[in-house]
């Protein structure tokens, strides 16, 4: 299925293999692979990150895409504002409940993961439902904006308290989509991303959604051989433990790099790009060690 997309000035990088990818690479967006306030060693860093992203899906070792919250559209505005020069070979959108792959002939959404998250029965109905439990049980809930087009994401804002009254409040949200067949992600607003500070994200999702579900799937579907994943927030953390690889950039979150001890020693695109590096230099050892 062709996805109706805002017009876009960026390239898609070189197809890659149907099957036996060499190596996969999932990457947040906001706050990871685009700095939204980039210093002028950042913006090099991002156009060094694209040059070798060009590099290796020419020679057809790379699976490259974007994992993220936000909005297909809302990503597609930023790279625009940004003068992003590439589009990654997918774009999984809406905490991975949004599948895209950019080709030359186009945008072209993933019926096939569509179908899946579908049949797991999440609805926005449902979702209402669970929403108006916890607000009548006293979780302060409050909808986030521009989510009208997404089809299996319910995104809200929780205004944090204090510690215990917090931790108390996400075991009922928790509790409630478990009890609804519903998966949810909670964690620490990042106000360089542009969400409020002092607040928590709710997004409620399919019980097979997710950013990690999606890269699985990714996995799979490519026969990947190696995977990374890098991300800088709380939303990040389930992807990260579902790879071989997986980062922190440097400039992630007090909340995330509490959870998680393997956080690269660089910020954004450069903590991409090294451990790409890194990547090719073990495939290559790997190859010549197959051949002595």
């Known amino acids: 299925m062709t996805a109706s997309v805002p017009a876009s000035r960026l390239s898609p990088l070189p ?3 149907p099957r ?3 190596l996969a690479v999932f990457c947040d ?3 990871t692979y685009l700095a939204h306030d980039p210093s002028p060693r950042q913006r090099r860093d991002l156009v060094e990150l694209e040059d070798l992203l060009l590099e290796e899906a020419t020679r057809g070792t790379l699976l490259f895409g974007w994992v993220t919250g936000s909005s297909l559209e809302s990503v597609l505005a930023k790279a625009d504002r940004h003068r992003l020069r590439v589009l990654p070979h997918f774009l999984a959108a809406s905490l991975g409940t949004d599948l895209t792959y ?3 002939d186009g945008p072209h959404r993933d019926e096939r993961w569509r179908h899946r998250l579908r049949a797991s029965g999440y609805t926005k109905a449902t979702v209402n439902e669970v929403v108006a439990q916890l607000v009548a049980n006293g979780v302060s809930l409050r909808p986030q904006g521009g989510q ?4 299996f994401l319910s995104s809200y804002y929780y205004t944090a308290r204090e510690d215990r009254s917090d931790r108390a409040a996400i075991r009922r949200i928790e509790t409630a989509c478990v009890l609804a067949g519903l998966s949810v992600s909670t964690n620490r607003c990042n106000p360089k991303a542009g969400d409020p ?3 928590y994200d709710v997004d409620f999702l399919p019980r097979t959604g997710g950013k990690r579900a999606v890269v ?3 996995v799979e579907r ?3 051989a190696d995977s990374l994943a890098f991300g800088d927030s709380g939303n990040d953390l389930d992807m990260l433990r579902g790879v071989r690889h997986g980062y922190l950039v440097a400039n992630a979150t007090a909340e995330a790099r509490a959870a998680h001890p393997r956080v690269s020693p660089h910020p954004y695109a450069a903590a991409v790009r090294h451990a790409i590096e890194q990547a090719r230099g073990r495939a290559r050892e790997e190859t010549e060690t197959r051949c002595v």
């Open 216 to 218: 699985a799937y990714l």
């Open 29 to 31: 967006f906001d706050e």
């Open 222 to 224: 490519f026969t990947a």
């Open 148 to 151: 009208e087009r997404a089809e």
């Open 15 to 17: 197809p890659p293999r």
């Open 102 to 104: 950019f080709t030359t």
């Open 20 to 22: 036996g990818v060499p």
């Open 197 to 199: 500070d002092g607040s």
